[in-house]
């Protein structure tokens, strides 16, 4: 097994390093620029338009589901177990200015997210069932056109379907901790989740949307209030632990104490990163979701991806760095996988540790629901919408699968996979700035759309 995880390991590590942040780095500073810097200069209006009227049905136009409904489910897959384990462990990797780039990567990220959500919804068409369907695959097949465009199209869904099957096994597994803590076998745990996943996956994106829409804020407005409390606790450590962060971003030895890997290269690529892997901004993954959205316009539905970067990454990620900086749980390298558990047990003792069992079980049983739908979504458009339906039954086996297996290797196949889809989807992001461009300035130019557009 080794000959072969090694060099997939090697390649993987060299990928996910300076290649993989370039195209993502240089994509989203592309998109900001060629659309104005748009998540800056239009941020009060977006924030009006979207956690102003999270709960409104929408502006009208054609869709399936609302506009909300389509970024909860998005947003539901964003928001999963690395918000709590992943992102904090960049502090023990590489000290805790890898958060300031962690958060760079959010802001160039909500840039990327408008792209790929306006594109999907421009090229967006409906299915044999009747249904909206878009994504990077049907982006850059109408888009860039031709060989190449279908060449990149059947690729990015090839790898993204490849990619997701064993990370819904991995994520059952990571929900079923949480069960096996009450006292559950972990294989009646597989069953409980299964069955749940099936209830909501087999309604469609109507359910999915019907679900999500109660379940995000739910489960994020839970894990926020705790933990904005733990910060209010330790309120005094709160500019201390500001400051780490911003004097570890460039000079990450100084602060960085015993960890080995506290350099400023190891900073950026950690932080940039797990930014990408938390909000998924250049995976290509969220436009499958907001292609099913009713709106009138496809930037209007861009900003929902602004809204869905700012949730899991400014403020969901943060919060569970920031408790982990202020309790001073940062130190204790053999902790760094429950870092968050011990912050939120170290304040509010059982209650705490209940916080973040109920927690990461809703985050990850959401997210499996979404990437459920999303499998089907790849097989859908690569062999046909009745393929589609069998990939949803195996996706779903895949979850029975977590309460029998252990994938010990299975997050080296995963990140190698996973940057074959960024890549490709990023270069195909790179060729199309242009039109997202157009997009932006069609809507931010005319008063129907925005009301500070000049006359």
């Known amino acids: 097994m080794d000959a072969i995880t090694k060099p997939i390991i090697a390649i993987t590590n060299f990928f996910w390093g300076w290649p993989i942040l370039i195209v993502l780095m240089g994509g989203g500073i592309l998109i900001t620029i060629r659309t104005g810097f748009l998540q800056f200069r239009y941020l009060p209006f977006i924030l009006k338009q979207t956690f102003g009227k999270m709960f409104n049905s929408g502006v009208g136009g054609e869709g399936t589901v609302s506009p909300f409904q389509a970024a909860s489910a998005a947003l539901a897959s964003s928001i999963g177990a690395a918000n709590i384990v992943v992102a904090p462990a960049i502090i023990f990797t590489a000290g805790p200015g890898a958060v300031f780039w962690m958060w760079v ?48 199209g059947f690729l990015v869904s090839f790898f993204f379907m490849i990619e997701i099957l064993p990370s819904i096994t991995l994520q059952t597994i990571s929900a079923a901790g949480p069960l096996e803590k009450l006292g559950l076998d972990r294989r009646i745990a597989a069953v409980i989740i299964l069955i749940l996943v099936v209830l909501v996956a087999y309604g469609g994106i109507k359910r999915i949307g019907q679900v999500t829409e109660k379940m995000v804020p739910l489960m994020a407005g839970l894990y926020i209030i705790f933990g904005i409390i733990i910060i209010i606790m330790h309120i005094g450590q709160l500019p201390h632990a500001i400051a780490v962060i911003f004097e570890g971003a460039f000079n990450p030895q100084s602060v960085a104490g015993g960890i080995g890997g506290a350099t400023l290269a190891a900073a950026i690529k950690a932080g940039m990163a797990r930014g990408c892997y938390s909000n998924e901004a250049g995976m290509g993954s969220a436009p499958y979701a907001h292609a099913t959205a009713i709106t009138d316009h496809p930037a209007r539905q861009g900003m929902w991806g602004i809204f869905e970067v700012i949730s899991d990454t400014i403020i969901v990620c943060s919060i569970s760095v920031l408790v982990v900086l202020v309790t001073d749980n940062w130190h204790d390298e053999a902790n760094r996988g ?64 977590g309460g029998f297996v252990s ?27 242009g039109e997202v461009k157009e997009i932006a300035a069609d809507f931010f130019n005319n008063p129907k759309f925005y009301p500070g557009a000049k006359k």
């Open 407 to 433: 994938f010990e290797n299975a997050g080296v196949f995963l990140d190698f996979t996973l940057g074959l889809v960024v890549f490709v989807n990023m270069c195909g992001m790179v060729m199309l700035s």
């Open 105 to 152: 990567a959010g802001i160039l990220g909500q840039a990327t997210k408008f792209g790929e959500i306006v594109l999907g919804i421009k090229y967006r068409e409906k299915n044999s069932d009747g249904e909206f369907v878009g994504g990077p695959s049907y982006t850059f097949k109408k888009g860039i056109g031709g060989t190449l465009g279908k060449i990149m």
């Open 338 to 401: 429950i870092a968050v558990e011990r912050a939120f047990n170290t304040a509010f003792g059982n209650i705490g540790t209940a916080v973040i069992a109920i927690s990461l079980f809703l985050f990850v049983l959401s997210t499996i629901i979404v990437i459920v739908f999303y499998c089907e979504k790849q097989g859908e458009y690569l062999f046909g919408t009745a393929v589609g339906k069998i990939m949803r039954l195996i996706a779903c086996g895949m979850v029975l699968l």
